[in-house]
């Protein structure tokens, strides 16, 4: 870096910096520091900022008194199944279209990104009578196949720009060296792509994590992920607020932990490749 | 070099996630179309009849429809606005030297990662409460009457949620284009004497015309369909304050249990996300070929 910086315009700029991204992270702070207090001091007027009697007596009770693992078992299982499953479906279609482009592998490819912009109220109706009628109301199954397919679009377009990064001049050295397509997958491309596969999985994951419309309108009780548990707390009144911060905390730190981990890929898996 | 065989295998493979595709785009939206021509209500089976398009004249002559459009058009347009105008100068900001500079922006993106329930729950009652929030006692230090956000401006604070979550987006897309900026191009303006604001006008700012494009065009696609934070903070009132087209959709469809007209109104929506759509794709079908 060939620029002059001087060391008023650091510290300026530090300051600033620091502040403006506090504020910006303080609701978050602040709920996990309500997780910590008593129902009557987490609604006390003035609030207390450190100096409170810290008990993690919420945490205990959100969990015996609604079954928070049975929410969170199933937000895993939801996310982790609908990520995989469209890994699995994507990842050959990406493959085929980094690899083999015909002349309509990109109509192809802006076809599938159309998917993604059909708004998912606009289906809303037939999704919830077909639900109804073949019993998938309120079933892992139903959320994971709905989830997976809402998924699907951003997944093939994440590991199509990855694939596309990966140097033709390899396979072709591979090929030359008599490599048939499936050893080519597993000993050249796959070592190759593989961090592009984690970070597609990684944001997909979080994706259908925090997913809240499908799951909101079609699951209740026993196949309802941490979205839809936390809505619960939405009935109006009443001294809640340490619970559900608590439940709130629970529910958001470990996406906030792999968000922090995916945030360049963040930027590329959501705006299409469009910024790099 | 691609032989038939390869040609066969890149199809085979690439079949299934057209297929899904496309069945996950056109049976839904067929049957939507189908419901729509339908006087069908869920409390009152065994009455579905023809009506032609009477329910898209029922949606769209509704008074609720007309509220719903402008309040998601009021949304949309303010989120937009102040993720944009906030953005910008906060990813200048981060583009400076920083010290931390990595933890500053692990705290700016983390409102993103937040589940939707969770930030409109923990903004509606921890911070918002007309009581026990943050912000009543913080106008109270300062002398100040505590706002009742969700009485006395309900479209606002649902704005002002959404613009929390969004603004780390805006932020970070526009950061990792300004560091894609060509250092050398503005280390050259500033040799030639040009001022800080001059070089923000005139290289900064064009620069980011194209990820600024992007971020419009993607955030109102999430933002059309705004549903979560108002079905757990207002449920679309008071009145239809807050409602939406998604969620006015939605309660006519499981709520009123509406069927007929509720696929009406999925298809405006459809109709309203497809012109947006349109330019979207072009933008980053550009993109493709670069």
Redesign the interface.
Known sequence: MARMVTTRHKVISTAAAWLVGFLIFFPILWMVLASFKTELEAFAIPPSFLFFHWTTENYVTVQERSDYFHHALNSIIIAGGSTLIAMLIAIPAAWSMAFSPTKRTKDVLLWMLSTKMMPPVGVLVPIYLIFRSVGLLDTRTGLIFILCLGNLPIVVWMLFTYFKEIPKDILEAARMDGATIGRELIYVLTPMAVPGLASTLLLNLILAWNEAFWTLNLSTLEAAPLTVFIASYSSPEGLFWAKLSAASTLAIAPILVLGWFSQRQLVRGLTFGAVK | M?TQQ??L???T??T???A??FI??I???A??IY?ATLHYNLLDPGSESFVGLENFRYFLTDPAFLASLQNTLVLVGSVLAITIILGVP?AL??D??????S?????????????????A???K???MHP??G?F??IA?LFGLPAIDWFNDAPLFSVILIIS?QW???AT??LL??LQ?LD?EQK?AA?MDGASAISTFIYITLPHLA??IT?VIL?ET?FL??V??EI???TGGGPGLQTTN??FL??SQ??IQYD?GS??AG??V??V???I??FF??R???R???A
């Open positions: 691609a390869t040609q295998l890149a199809r493979l690439l299934p996630a057209v899904l595709l996950w785009m049976v839904p939206l049957l939507t419901f906060l900001l981060l400076q030297q920083v010290v931390g500079l933890i500053v922006r692990l705290m700016v993106i983390a409102p993103f990662f937040v589940m939707p329930t969770v930030s729950l923990v903004w009652n921890l911070l009581v026990s943050l009543a006692w109270h929390w603004l780390p987006f970070l897309i990792t284009a894609s250092e280390e500033e194209r990820p992007v993607i696609i059309l369909t549903f979560a079905f757990v903070t087209i998604a959709i939605y469809a499981l069927v509720a696929s999925g298809l929506a459809v309203l996300a497809n947006v759509a979207l794709v933008i980053v079908g993109n493709l070929e």
